[in-house]
């Protein structure tokens, strides 16, 4: 580790090791998997192998009996609450009541002094089903006569934050609209059109660790352990459901192995929790890959899309219609929606816009956030549009971005709204074309595309956070943000020693335990830095005002004239250290100085956060790519994505964060794809559901990095991670365009591929066919 | 309810004798019994790496054998990698300088895979150090840095070889 002295920025923007690596590499760090509470429990959870069923009977008394079994779990335990619950729409029961609306869905959990006892018991318990029609697709659920997966009226949940939820439209369970202008008047005229027809497969996040909680239910106090991103959601739903006030709920978050936002939300919590409250003891339950791979999930769409240009390549309309397979449950459907509605039109200047976007309820499993939700689902087929009608007009992709791009301060959503682009894009993709190459001259099936898009970054500005300096000097700063591999700690501890004056070795960052730790809303949607950061930065300022304070005291001078530096409190050659200057604040050895910062939309020190979202985040990628035409294997050569942070607070962090979205990005344009059969996921393993291995990473690979200072959080960053994921599909997507082999549907399979290729080989047109 | 056996495992240097079920999946015998939960358990299939120990020298998957499978065997898990509390084994130093990991689930078995890799192949190629992890998945990184990390591991370790002999 370099150690740093002088002036400017001593902590903020130097590549610091991980905080956290050693104990992770000596096999210390703990997962919730890895822990044990005295007397707990095993718990099992029985999954339904019908996708949509009434139940008509459950028999338990055999499992009851078998010796080593505690509980056994049902839907009419839990008459006495409430039991239905979901951040946004309260849809969910905690486990089965009288139906089942997804193959996998829980019916019964045992609790048993060890898993293979649970597991039994399992096998003991009789269901008995009576099969419902199967609303497996989008297009069935959205069939007038098809039955309805929910019915009454919408129950908003806890964080909706939806405004008016209107009323149920068949399966439709959330529907979004941008409209902006006369699309039938303005496309008109229009010398060139696109149309097309689009899928997108579901997928999974596969965060190697899978749902793990460990819960121990008390009457007055639950206690939770959890692989959970955002603690403090959690901890307010458990205890909504059941009955508690907020501090009765203690969540501790160890390290998570990986999230992707397969862990976002209220997860296998409230079950784990009350199959306790039936054993009355302490329960884990870690899932099986095949279990995390029902518990959440990226949403399939159907999208169909239109966009006009005039002569000259600039952009009138675009109009788009599309549905997202949301699963039995709604879960994060709502805000997946609305994020891939505002992906639809792109950062790009519009006479008229006309998004329709529906969140769909099927009997599959519920599909909630994946890393650069909406984003992904959008913005190849946005992109793809765009190169087609620059290749009519005989425009150059490239220049047909420069042409119609926005500009910083141009006002992104299509009325005006929010944040207007804080951004420079154009800067940013021809940074990414150049690096793959894009003036150089290509052979036959060789393909370079690009693709830009914005992620609404930040969900909800409010976060909390305190540091405390310890009469030794030592510092630990308290914050929410979940460590899940993407490098918070070392971050916070960054910014922290930044503002202290002092090297972030002496900095620890706690893990959240929501009895102790300050609030923070979320770990997701890139905010962590910019928002949690900006709260760290906020209280480790207020430390550095008391330690000001006390010295310009012994020194008798103003506390302008004090430099923070090398963990002491200088003036000229006065110095102390700050251990020093603690004991002289309270006069006596001990005592400490602890301090909060806070981040809300409005007011306070913090500065606006008042306009949404928080920061527009970067989806800029290029790509080239060689088609096998006697494959139809698809090789991405060269790549180059853009990671647009405002200020790297530690660039090689950066990097790694984008180049792991690059190559989920990767697999889920190359091979990623949940596959069904009459609702029932039949590849739900990691050997038929392939995730990228090293062999499939492309030999050339650009992370470049774009610092310009222009982002709402400590020292202009802004956040990171998600945008590479969005951009990545689009740009192979259209590097594939690019060689004349142009695509609608993903994943991009050498059998899709060859069978393209194909079609296009045929003398005749398939217009002139049909 | 099934009939318990006796295993007798020397795990990173030390004799154990644990009682079984004849089911027990060997990586279940080392996390619960032995309370060695470095060594992960991930897609329990044999594919992804996570649950990867060294067996009489040999890289094994701990998620694809019965504990009774290995009785008499000699294992090393990650915990056993450094020589003592304070320290890292060159390839866990290399791993911690080049941010060869993220959410660290699969970096015990990057790491256990990295090292007997190089010590049957201690001046490796990138295609070598390629090929060396290619039964090992990590969902977070884009394995770059992770062939850094095992690169700069086998330089700095026959830089030392090297030293010695001077
Ligand atoms: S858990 Fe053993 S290989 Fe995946
Ligand atoms: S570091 Fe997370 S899976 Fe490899």
Redesign the pocket.
């Known amino acids: 580790m370099t150690v740093v002295t002088g002036t400017g920025t001593r902590e903020v923007g130097r590549s610091r090791t991980r905080l956290d690596a050693r104990e992770k590499l000596r096999g210390e760090a703990m997962f919730t998997g890895d822990m044990e509470v005295p007397g707990m429990l095993y718990g099992r959870v029985l999954r339904s192998q019908h996708p949509h069923a009434e139940i008509v009977s459950i028999n338990t008394s055999a499992a009851e009996r078998m010796p080593g079994v505690a509980a056994v779990l049902v839907g009419r335990d839990l008459l006495d609450i409430d039991p239905y619950y979901g951040h946004a729409i309260k849809d969910r029961p905690i486990i089965a009541i009288e139906r089942v609306r997804f193959s996998g869905e829980p019916v019964a959990a045992v609790a048993a002094e060890d898993e293979a006892t649970a597991e039994a018991a399992l096998a003991a318990i009789e269901v008995v089903y009576e099969e419902l029609p199967l609303v497996d697709t989008i297009d069935k659920a959205l069939d007038p006569a098809a039955p309805l997966l929910h019915e009454g009226p919408i129950r908003p949940g806890l964080f909706h934050g939806l405004g008016n939820l209107g009323e149920r439209d068949g399966n439709i369970g959330y529907r979004y609209r941008l409209d902006s202008g006369d699309v039938a008047g303005e496309s008109a005229g229009a010398a060139f059109v696109t149309e097309g027809e689009y899928l997108f497969p579901a997928v999974y996040q596969y965060a190697m660790e899978t749902h793990s909680v460990i819960a121990d239910w008390k009457p007055n106090e639950i206690a939770i352990w959890a692989s959970c991103q955002h603690p403090f959601l959690v901890q307010a739903e458990i205890a909504d459901l059941f009955g508690l006030p907020i501090g009765a709920v203690r969540i501790q978050v160890p390290y998570l192995g990986g999230g992707f936002g397969s862990k976002s939300y209220t997860k296998m919590e409230p079950l784990t929790v009350a199959l306790s409250r039936k054993a009355r003891a302490p329960v884990k339950i870690v899932n099986r890959v095949d279990e995390s791979m029902v518990t959440s999930r990226r949403h399939g769409m159907r999208c169909w899309m239109r966009t006009t240009a005039d002569a000259d390549g600039t952009l009138l309309t675009r109009e788009s219609r599309f549905w997202l397979d949301t699963g039995a449950y709604m879960d994060n459907g709502p805000r997946v929606t609305a994020t891939a509605a505002d992906s639809a039109p792109g950062p790009y200047r519009w006479r008229a816009v006309h998004i329709d976007a529906m969140c769909v309820y099927c009997n599959t499993a519920p599909s909630g956030s994946y890393r650069a939700f909406g984003a992904t689902h959008l913005q190849w087929v946005a992109e793809s549009q765009l190169d087609e009608l620059a290749r009519k007009a005989g425009i150059d992709p490239l220049e047909m971005r420069r042409r119609n791009l926005l500009r910083p301060g141009e006002p992104v959503r299509p009325d005006g709204s929010g944040k207007p682009l804080d951004a420079d894009l154009i800067g940013d993709v021809e940074r990414a074309a150049a690096a793959v190459g894009w003036d150089e001259p290509k052979g036959p099936l060789v393909g370079r595309g690009v693709s830009v898009g914005l992620l609404a970054a930040g969900a909800h500005p409010v976060s909390r956070a305190s540091v405390r300096m310890r009469a030794d000097g030592s510092v630990e700063v308290s914050v929410g943000t979940t460590e899940m591999g993407q490098g918070p700690r070392t971050v916070m501890a960054q910014i922290a020693a930044e503002e202290l004056g002092c090297s972030s070795d002496r900095v620890r960052v706690l893990g959240a335990d929501t009895r102790f730790t300050p609030y923070d809303r979320s770990t997701g949607a890139s905010r962590s830095t910019t928002l949690a950061g900006k709260a760290v930065q906020n209280a480790a300022a207020a430390v550095a005002a008391k330690l000001r304070e006390t010295a310009c005291e012994v020194w008798d001078v103003a506390s302008e004239l004090i430099e923070l530096r090398d963990g002491k409190a200088a003036y000229g050659d006065l110095e102390m250290e700050f251990s020093e200057v603690i004991a002289k604040r309270f006069g006596f050895t001990g005592g400490e100085i602890i301090e909060g910062g806070e981040v809300r939309p409005m007011g306070g020190d913090t500065g606006s956060y008042a306009e949404g979202p928080v920061f527009w985040e970067v989806c800029v990628a290029a790509v080239e790519v060689e088609v096998d035409p006697e494959l139809g294997k698809v090789n991405v050569t060269r790549t180059a994505t853009v990671a647009d942070v405002g200020r790297a607070i530690n660039p090689l962090l950066v990097e790694r964060q984008d180049e792991g979205a690059f190559m989920q990005g990767y697999g889920n344009a190359m091979f990623e794809e949940m596959v069904y059969r009459d609702g029932e996921l039949i590849n739900d393993n990691?050997l038929e559901y392939r995730v990228p291995r090293i062999q499939d990473l492309p030999r050339q690979m650009t992370s470049i990095v774009v610092e310009n200072e222009d982002g709402p959080g400590p020292h202009g960053a802004k956040g990171c991670g998600e945008g590479a994921l969005a951009a990545v599909p689009a740009a192979i997507v259209n590097a594939l365009g690019d060689a004349g082999v142009p695509i609608t549907q993903l994943p991009l399979t050498p059998e899709r591929v060859w069978r393209r290729l194909q079609d296009l080989s045929e003398p005749q047109s398939t217009e002139e066919l049909t | 309810m099934n009939q318990h056996h006796e295993v007798r495992l020397n795990v990173n240097g030390t004799e154990h004798t644990v009682s079984v079920p004849p089911r027990k999946l060997l990586?279940d015998c080392l996390r619960e019994d032995l309370r060695l939960t470095g060594t992960h358990?991930?897609?329990?299939?044999?594919?992804?790496?996570?649950?990867t120990i060294i067996m009489d020298g040999q890289n094994v998957?701990?998620?694809?054998m019965f504990a009774v499978q290995a009785d008499g065997a000699s294992i090393e898990t990650i915990e056993s990698l450094a020589s003592g509390p304070e320290d890292l084994h060159p390839v866990q130093q290399a791993f911690v300088d080049c941010h060869g990991l993220q959410c660290g689930f699969c970096t015990p078995g990057m790491v256990l895979a990295a090292k007997s890799f190089l010590e049957q192949n201690p001046s490796p190629t990138d295609d070598e150090i390629r090929e060396a992890i290619a039964g090992n998945i990590c969902r977070c990184t884009g394995y770059t840095f992770i062939v850094d990390a095992i690169r700069t591991a086998a330089e700095r370790m026959a830089g030392e070889e090297a030293g010695q002999h001077v």
């Open positions: 990691l | 990586v358990v991930g897609c329990e299939q044999g594919v992804c790496g996570a649950c998957r701990s998620c694809l």
